[in-house]
């Protein structure tokens, strides 16, 4: 009969679960601290991008709007908008899912090819960081998605109250912006209306354009254009300098040598 106190490795076999189950606990500890986090993080960001593209516009014209006071759930369900159908907290628990599975699969294999912890934490790191890598894309894309959503119901209020004003998409000037990003530069909408890329996407603006190849990484900007007043200087992401306002068609002829 197998003593199991003194089997080395069912000894093993016992240290290898508690630390599954530590690690597995100590990470659902920090995901629900991250995603409360986060939303607090989105909803600052929502809040601060509605004030700063309200007093651009109180500032172009001359004049001090009745300022709409921000409700906090209002906010909150704004952020929380789904992506691809999927909310932030459900990316989030997807994501935990797939390290806990990660750890699992990682110690399991370790333990059945006879692995030291040295050997096996290793592994767990490289596979790790592929799910940390998902959550820092969560929150890019979500933040992205919090501070232009903010800019597009400031202009929506902005055209409640009167003001004659356009939502402008703005891509980003460098190589990294993607073609249909680039296509839509400069398109005009009004406040409520939805962007139409030539490549089949449309939305309201940055973030939301209805498909995850068009929302993620998206590093593009809704810009509000009053009527009667035209941008004279962007800023160029190579030279990270401000150049006098062109498209992104004009300055790629000249940059990129299109």
Same mark, same amino acid.
């Given at each position: 009969?197998?003593?199991?106190?003194?089997?080395?490795?069912?000894?093993? *076999?016992?240290?290898?679960?508690? #630390?599954? @189950? %530590?690690?597995? =606990?100590?990470?659902?500890?920090?995901?629900?601290?991250? /995603?409360?986090?986060?939303?607090?993080?989105?909803?600052?960001?929502?809040?601060?991008?509605?004030?700063?593209?309200?007093?651009?516009?109180?500032?172009?014209?001359?004049?001090?709007?009745?300022?709409?006071?921000?409700?906090?759930?209002?906010?909150?369900?704004?952020?929380?908008?789904?992506?691809?159908?999927?909310?932030?907290?459900?990316?989030?628990?997807?994501?935990?899912?797939?390290?806990?599975?990660?750890?699992?699969?990682?110690?399991?294999?370790?333990?059945?090819?006879?692995?030291?912890?040295?050997?096996?934490?290793?592994?767990?790191?490289?596979?790790?960081?592929?799910?940390?890598?998902?959550?820092?894309?969560? *929150?890019?894309?979500?933040?992205? #998605?919090? @501070? %232009?959503?903010? =800019?597009?119901?400031?202009?929506?209020?902005?055209?409640? /109250?009167?003001?004659?004003?356009?939502?402008?998409?703005?891509?980003?000037?460098?190589?990294?912006?993607?073609?249909?990003?680039?296509?839509?530069?400069?398109?005009?909408?009004?406040?409520?209306?939805?962007?139409?890329?030539?490549?089949?996407?449309?939305?309201?603006?940055?973030?939301?354009?209805?498909?995850?190849?068009?929302?993620?990484?998206?590093?593009?900007?809704?810009?509000?254009?009053?009527?009667?007043?035209?941008?004279?200087?962007?800023?160029?992401?190579?030279?990270?300098?401000?150049?006098?306002?062109?498209?992104?068609?004009?300055?790629?002829?000249?940059?990129?040598?299109?």
């Amino acid at each position: 009969m197998v003593d199991l106190l003194n089997d080395g490795r069912w000894s093993n *076999a016992y240290r290898l679960i508690l #630390l599954e @189950t %530590q690690i597995i =606990r100590e990470l659902n500890r920090l995901g629900v601290e991250n /995603v409360r986090a986060m939303r607090e993080t989105f909803v600052e960001m929502y809040m601060e991008s509605f004030g700063r593209s309200w007093y651009a516009i109180e500032q172009e014209l001359k004049v001090q709007l009745d300022f709409y006071r921000l409700d906090r759930e209002a906010v909150e369900r704004a952020i929380d908008m789904p992506i691809q159908g999927v909310r932030l907290d459900g990316r989030m628990r997807r994501n935990h899912a797939h390290i806990h599975q990660t750890i699992r699969d990682e110690i399991a294999r370790g333990y059945a090819l006879g692995k030291d912890y040295v050997y096996m934490a290793k592994k767990l790191a490289e596979r790790l960081e592929v799910g940390m890598n998902q959550a820092l894309l969560i *929150a890019q894309t979500q933040g992205h #998605l919090a @501070t %232009q959503r903010a =800019r597009l119901d400031s202009y929506k209020r902005a055209a409640e /109250v009167g003001v004659e004003m356009w939502n402008v998409w703005d891509a980003t000037l460098d190589r990294r912006t993607r073609p249909s990003h680039r296509a839509l530069d400069g398109q005009r909408v009004r406040p409520g209306e939805n962007f139409r890329s030539p490549y089949g996407a449309s939305g309201p603006g940055p973030g939301q354009m209805g498909s995850a190849k068009e929302n993620i990484r998206c590093r593009c900007s809704v810009r509000g254009e009053l009527e009667g007043f035209s941008p004279t200087a962007r800023r160029d992401n190579v030279t990270r300098e401000f150049i006098p306002f062109q498209s992104y068609e004009q300055w790629a002829k000249v940059r990129l040598e299109i």
